[in-house]
């Protein structure tokens, strides 16, 4: 599985707005900023996420993106399966109907591998790529010397 631009850059503004969760809206230039994301794709992204009922806006002074539910409630297969769309690796793991092994005699080999895939990501949160991410941070700060 190969994540397109797309789903790369969809995941690190979610990870942006984990780690600044709780703390009020997050402006999209500061998103961009950080994770290095032009601002114009960054904010299609951001109306896809919030159609996809990921990100919340507020408008006016002071206001930006925040999560739309908390970070431990968000799993990276939902939040990739938003952007992305299918990660089946073959269409017809996605289309299965019974008698379809005939068709594509190769299902069985994928169909293993897709679902644990899938259960990996979806036992991943939010909350904890961003943790990870911030245990990474303050890791490389220690590492650190001249």
């Known amino acids: 599985m190969l994540l397109s631009t797309k789903g790369d850059y969809g995941v690190r503004a979610m990870i942006d707005l ?3 969760e709780g ?11 950080r994770r290095q994301i032009p601002e114009s794709y960054l904010d299609h992204l951001l109306a896809q996420l919030r159609r996809a009922g990921f990100v919340r806006s ?11 539910k908390p970070a431990e409630e968000i799993c990276l297969l939902h939040l990739l399966e938003a952007l ?10 996605d289309n299965h109907e019974p008698g379809s092994e005939a068709i594509c005699g190769q299902e069985w080999v994928w169909q293993e591998i897709y679902d644990d895939m899938r259960r990996k990501l ?9 943790e990870h991410e911030r245990e990474h941070e303050r890791t490389a ?3 650190y010397s001249i």
């Open 84 to 93: 992305e769309g299918s990660l089946a690796p073959l269409q017809c793991l």
């Open 23 to 33: 703390e009020g809206p997050v402006q999209r230039a500061e998103i961009a900023k």
């Open 58 to 68: 507020v408008r006016g002074p002071g206001g930006g993106h925040l999560l739309a």
């Open 141 to 143: 700060v220690v590492n």
């Open 122 to 130: 979806a036992a991943v949160s939010l909350a904890a790529l961003a």
């Open 18 to 20: 984990a780690k600044h």
